[in-house]
């Protein structure tokens, strides 16, 4: 047998590079009073559908008594509440507090900043292969899970780049044409969103997410400041070869999370009744239908929908 002293030895120069970089070895995560451990357990509750303590610890895999006093302590410091599961009596659904969303919100931020920092330091080029070596790392190391990740979400979220917004336009203009028959009136109003995004931009309460498969942009939606309280989502949408993958329902979760890290009180969006799939996804993430109002526009009867959530 080869000896592996010397691949031993990169592992863990690797190791101890990759946990340096990133400040895991901080006492506190990203100066937070919460441990890495903390923070991820955070996460899971933040980012997960009606999670539970056992989702969550099969998903960290962490020690079962470990979890428990987290939670715990989370519990005790009124940032997370617990209600009893309706499909199992022995479980209980897990949820973050106003409080506990408020103290999550800057972590989430400052990672999220952290890491685009990093990015940004890179070119095109590098970034592609910095995302190709943490697929390959992930796909050598655990094959059943990335697996089962490829085929649930292999895309990625991004900022919006020069080029993406014109390539919006063109894809929502030849879709709504294809699949619902609007002329051209709506790519004309998909346009003039778009152009007042960039004109008014304030990354501080707006932003655009791009989704991204294999180098090729496959969805979109904004976030624009409606007022100082409200935000309005616009442009969701999808290619229809990445559909099913979860993309729409997480780029309009990217959309109310980050509203409420901004500080906005409530969300509104406009659409028509006829797109059943954007309805269906607005309708999870808990939007309501606050008016509908018939109308004639892109050469089609149409009846339009106000959709609000409260945040």
């Avoid at 997410?209 to 976030?223: M, Q, T, Y």
């Avoid at 969701?236 to 901004?262: D, H, K, W």
């Amino acid at each position: 047998m080869a000896d592996l002293s010397p691949r031993i030895d990169t592992v863990r120069r690797f190791n101890r590079f990759y946990t340096r970089h990133i400040g895991v070895l901080q006492e506190g995560w990203l100066n937070s009073p919460f441990s890495l451990t903390e923070a991820r357990v955070l996460y899971e509750l933040a980012h997960r559908e009606k999670p539970t303590a056992t989702a969550v610890r099969n998903s960290l895999e962490l020690d079962a008594g470990y979890l428990s006093r987290i939670l715990s302590s989370f519990e005790k410091r009124g940032l997370i509440e617990k209600t009893p599961s309706e499909d199992d009596g022995r479980q209980s659904i897990l949820a973050l507090t106003e409080e506990g969303r408020q103290q999550f919100a800057p972590i989430d931020a400052q990672t999220n900043d952290q890491v685009g920092a990093m990015l940004d330091k890179l070119s095109e080029k590098e970034q592609r292969l910095l995302i190709e070596a943490i697929r390959n790392i992930e796909k050598v190391l655990a094959p059943e899970e990335d697996a089962e990740s490829t085929a649930k979400a292999s895309y990625l979220l991004r900022p919006h780049q020069p080029g993406d917004l014109g390539w919006v336009v063109h894809r929502q203009g030849v879709l709504y044409a294809q699949e619902y028959g609007y002329d051209e009136q709506f790519e004309a109003l998909v346009a003039e969103i778009v152009a007042k995004f960039i004109q008014r931009y304030d990354p501080k309460c707006e932003r655009c997410w791009i989704a991204e498969r294999d180098g090729e942009v496959v969805g979109s939606v904004f976030l624009v400041a409606h007022s100082k309280s409200m935000a309005k989502l616009r442009l969701l949408y999808v290619e229809p070869s990445a559909r099913g993958l979860g993309i729409g329902s997480r780029l309009v979760s990217e959309c109310v999370r980050f509203a409420r890290q901004a500080g906005y009180k409530r969300m509104v969006l406009w659409t028509q009744s006829e797109l059943d799939a954007a309805r269906h996804i607005y309708k999870k993430a808990g939007f309501q239908v606050v008016e509908k109002k018939k109308h004639h526009s892109f050469s089609k009867d149409l009846v339009a929908e106000t959709w609000e959530l409260t945040l």
